[in-house]
T-cell receptor
């Protein structure tokens, strides 16, 4: 297993266009997370999945954002009608985790997709 | 969501120990404390985590205050490869990580 893979690494798009990012998590991980990171800031939570079920959506995730994880494997994050304020690094992470577990596990992050909206 | 607070930057000499502090005074009793580090153009990398007891692994040690309102990440001998942004974060009961703004560690040769 080569870890969490994100594609593309970089995306430049014109304002108003739609973009889609893909994340391939570690295969045995049941949890998947999307974060957004802007320059000089820590990652901010967007949404997460337990297998194929989407659990929580941050208020940062406007109606223009949608995420899916069909069959509980890879995940996609789509941004419709991009705005300049969407420019950021989009990070995907995966982990093991079960509700009520007595312990928890660290995340494995991908290298991210850097989005620039011009 | 209450975030953790850390100094913006710290400096260390190579091969000396480094103590990176973090304040999480509003942490709940079931939240875990996690530390990650991030190199430029890479995603964060897991370093260590704990709940109440001090923890050690091959990368670092984590000292958690008895009242859990603060913690310290300890790098026992800093190397140039340890230069990174270190994030103290808390993991809530839904496994969501909430990051602070991080400490940029500079290591002088």
């Amino acid at each position: 297993d080569t870890g969490v893979s994100q594609n593309p690494r970089h995306k430049i798009t014109k304002r108003g266009q739609n973009v889609t990012f893909r994340c391939d998590p570690i295969s045995e991980h049941n949890r998947l997370y999307w974060y957004r990171q802007t320059l000089g800031q820590g990652p901010e939570f967007l949404t997460d999945f337990q297998n194929e079920a989407q659990l929580e959506k941050s208020r940062l995730l406007s109606d223009r954002f949608s995420a899916e994880r069909p069959k509980g494997s890879f995940s996609t994050l789509e941004i419709q009608r991009t705005e300049q304020g969407d420019s950021a690094m989009y990070l995907c992470a995966s982990s093991l985790g079960w509700p009520g577990a007595s312990s928890n596990y660290g995340y494995t992050f991908g290298s991210g997709t850097r989005l620039t909206v011009v | 969501d209450a975030k953790t607070t850390q100094p913006n930057s710290m400096e260390s000499n190579e091969e000396e120990p480094v103590h990176l502090p973090c304040n999480h005074s509003t942490i709940s009793g079931t939240d875990y404390i996690h530390w990650y580090r991030q190199l430029p153009s890479q995603g964060p990398e897991y370093v260590i985590h704990g709940l109440t007891s001090n923890v050690n692994n091959r990368m670092a040690s984590l000292a958690i205050a008895e009242d859990r309102k603060s913690s310290t990440l300890i790098l026992h001998r800093a190397t140039l490869r340890d230069a990174a942004v270190y994030y103290c974060s808390r993991m809530d009961s839904s496994y969501k990580l909430i990051f602070g703004s991080g400490t940029r560690l500079l290591v002088r040769p």
